[in-house]
C-alpha cells in the first residue's frame, strides 16, 4: 500500500467524486439553487439528496454496527465527516459512542488531530497494519480504493486484521464508470484546469490522484476470493458530476445513467464480509 492509499478521504475523494460545498451554500440550499438542489429539491430538508453517496455509505455502515463492535477507519484521515456541515451526516459520520471502539489510521499525520474516532494511529504504507490478527469487527474504507497502488498487499492486510464475520464497508468509483474513465483519459497536466470548469466548487487540494487497481469487478473476485469472502457489493450511479453547475449537462447525465449496464454505472458500494 502506498502513501496514496490511506489518505484523508475527504480531501481527495479521487478526482471525481466528492464536490465540498461551501458551508454557507450547504446551509442555504434554497437559496443557493445549485444543480443539485435543482435535481433534488429535498436537500433542504437536512442537506442532502436520496442520491447522496456519502449517506448511502453511511446508512450501510449503520445498518450492520452494533454496540459491542470495534472499527477500524483506514484513510480516517482529520475527521472531515465532522466538519460535515449537513448535521445529520455529520452525526452519522462520527462513530464515537456507537460501537465499543473506533481506530482511525492514516499514513497522513492529520489524523491525529482526528476528533471522530476513539484512537489515532500513522501507518507506514510498506509495512503490516500494526494491529493483532482478527482485531476488528468492521474496517471502513471511504474513497480509499481508489488509490491502493498494491491491492494484494492492502486486501491481505484488510483480510487479516478481520475476525471472522466481520465486514469491509466501503465506497469507491467504478474503473470503468464515467467518472473512472473521466479520470484516466484526461491527462495529468490538464486534471486541474479540467476539475475547476466541472467541478468549480472543488477546492485544488481536494484531489489526489487515483490509480484505479481495486475497482472493477475482476479486481474484487481477485483479491477477495470467495474462500475467504462473502460478496454483496454493487454498482449504482447516485447524482451526476462533472457538470460544471450546468443544469443541462446535469440532467443528460441523469439520462445517460439509465442506459448504463451495472459494468458500467458510476461508483461501488463495498459490502464483503470475512468468512
Not at 454498482?235 to 450546468?246: D, L, S, V
Request: proline share 8%; net charge positive; glycine share 6%.
Amino acid at each position: 500500500m502506498r502513501s496514496a492509499s490511506y489518505k484523508d478521504y475527504h480531501r481527495r475523494p479521487d478526482l471525481a467524486t466528492y464536490t465540498k460545498p461551501l458551508h454557507d451554500q450547504e446551509r442555504n440550499l434554497p437559496e443557493r439553487r445549485s444543480v443539485e438542489s435543482r435535481l433534488y429539491p429535498e436537500t433542504a430538508a437536512g442537506g442532502f439528496s436520496r442520491a447522496d453517496h456519502r449517506m448511502g455509505f453511511l446508512i450501510r455502515l449503520h445498518a450492520i454496527l452494533e454496540p459491542s463492535m470495534t472499527v477500524l477507519d483506514l484513510g480516517a484521515g482529520r475527521g472531515k465527516w465532522g466538519e460535515d456541515p449537513a448535521q445529520f451526516r455529520a452525526t452519522l459520520g462520527n462513530l464515537r459512542g456507537r460501537c465499543l471502539r473506533v481506530v482511525g489510521a492514516d499514513v497522513d499525520h492529520a489524523v491525529l488531530e482526528n476528533p471522530t474516532v476513539d484512537e489515532r494511529i500513522v501507518i507506514d504504507p510498506h509495512a503490516s497494519l500494526p494491529f493483532p490478527d482478527a482485531s476488528f469487527d468492521v474496517v471502513t474504507a471511504f474513497s480509499v480504493l481508489e488509490h491502493v497502488e498494491d491491492p494484494h498487499r492492502a486486501t491481505t492486510e484488510i483480510a487479516r486484521v478481520l475476525r471472522p464475520g466481520g465486514w469491509l464497508i466501503g465506497w469507491t468509483p467504478n474503473r470503468f464508470g464515467y467518472v473512472g474513465v473521466g479520470a484516466r483519459l484526461v491527462p495529468d497536466h490538464l486534471k486541474s484546469k479540467v476539475l475547476r470548469r466541472l467541478e468549480p466548487h472543488r477546492e485544488e487540494h481536494d484531489s489526489f490522484p487515483p490509480v484505479y487497481r481495486l475497482n472493477s469487478r475482476h479486481a474484487f473476485r481477485r483479491h477477495f476470493p470467495s474462500s475467504q469472502w462473502e460478496d454483496f457489493s454493487y454498482t449504482y450511479n447516485g447524482m451526476p458530476f462533472y457538470h460544471g453547475e450546468n443544469i443541462t449537462l446535469a440532467r443528460l447525465w441523469l439520462t445517460l445513467f439509465m442506459f448504463l449496464p451495472p459494468a458500467l454505472r458510476a461508483y461501488w458500494m463495498v459490502i464483503l464480509r470475512r468468512r
